[in-house]
Nanobody, 116 residues
Framework: QVQLVESGGGLVQPGGSLRLSCAASRSLFSIGRMNWYRQAPGKQRELVAGIFANGNMDYADSVKGRFTISRDNAKNTVYLQMNSLKPEDTAVYYC??????????WGQGTQVTVSS
């Protein structure tokens, strides 16, 4: 079992920044990968960024150069630093685990709204 607690969402103007946090209930060493997804109204859920056991990081093309995923193993927490935000970044953002030995777990989501 893994519980994920997300925070950091909110309303921000275009060009602004937010940092999302995803705190896991156990060590990140026991979780192969941590990922951020997002889903806008009427659209499919999409992968935004992932950080993997080998340290590799993946980003959607739409956020490369603007978003940074990172982790703090001491706090069992993964972050998504979101800079130069655009209206099209508006979505519910979800944290998700990914392992090869148990089911995946999702956070409940946090709303990010980019608007003037």
């Amino acid at each position: 079992q893994v519980q994920l607690v997300e925070s950091g969402g909110g309303l921000v103007q275009p060009g602004g920044s937010l940092r999302l946090s995803c705190a896991a209930s156990r060590s990140l060493f026991s979780i192969g990968r941590m990922n951020w997804y997002r889903q806008a109204p009427g659209k499919q859920r999409e992968l935004v960024a992932g950080i993997f056991a080998n340290g590799n990081m993946d980003y959607a093309d739409s956020v490369k150069g603007r978003f940074t995923i990172s982790r703090d193993n001491a706090k069992n927490t993964v972050y998504l630093q979101m800079n130069s935000l655009k209206p099209e970044d508006t979505a519910v953002y979800y944290c998700k685990t990914e392992t090869d030995h148990e089911q995946d777990y999702w956070g409940q989501g946090t709303q990010v709204t980019v608007s003037s």
